[in-house]
């Protein structure tokens, strides 16, 4: 952990499934709280359009948030919401008035990563699952990404075949956890140490 403030290799963390998930946690947010306790400034966002948990969680409102930002309609500073003193910041989705199109594609998601990135050690997202398309756009704009797989839920071939097609887009994924496991919660601090000090030449463990 110590080494979070000199180490820039990650700074925009992508957290996504490889199936829908219905529960009502979110690594992203226990991982976020976790990394923000340790005095870092981070920035988590829910980017799951479709089911958004993070202002349930936070207990903060939804009427405005990352798609107002996507459309030009709200600045960032403006929607970034404190729920840990001054380390840690909840940009919720906002309402999303058009599933049709990718909301991630824009050059304007570039931006406010970009901007992000500046402004906080490390942007941590609560994404979509992986079987939505814009998933993969969302993926090729940040540092890195966790695959959440279900053993107990997943057939093992669909999920390596989900695993390729993104790896074969550029997607650099720098761990996969398994959930539905009762050592997850033990080994999760853990897994989150190894993380903050991954580079290219150690991986993590799958």
Do not use: C, W
Request: net charge positive; aromatic share 4%; charged share 20%.
């Amino acid at each position: 952990m110590e080494l979070l403030h000199n180490h820039q290799t990650l700074k925009t963390i992508l957290i996504t499934s490889t199936r829908v998930v219905y529960d009502s946690n979110s690594v992203a947010a226990n991982m976020a709280a976790i990394v923000s306790h340790q005095g870092n400034r981070v920035a988590l966002i829910d980017a799951d359009f479709k089911r958004p948990l993070l202002h349930e969680l936070f207990n903060v409102p939804n009427r405005v948030g990352l798609m107002d930002i996507l459309h030009g309609e709200r600045s960032l500073q403006s929607l970034l919401h404190s729920v840990n003193s001054n380390h840690l910041f909840l940009l919720t989705t906002g309402i999303n008035n058009n599933g049709k199109t990718d909301p991630f594609a824009s050059q304007q998601m570039s931006k406010i990563l970009s901007q992000l990135s500046r402004e906080f050690d490390k942007v941590i997202i609560h994404g979509p699952p992986l079987i939505y398309t814009e998933t993969a756009s969302l993926a090729a704009k940040v540092d890195g990404v966790i695959v959440l797989i279900h053993p107990n839920r997943n057939r093992t071939d669909n999920t390596r075949v989900v695993m390729d097609k993104l790896q074969k887009t550029g997607t650099r994924i720098i761990g996969v956890v398994m959930r539905d496991q009762p050592k997850y919660q033990v080994n999760q601090s853990a897994f989150i140490e190894k993380l903050l000090t991954y580079d290219r030449r150690a991986h993590l463990p799958t």
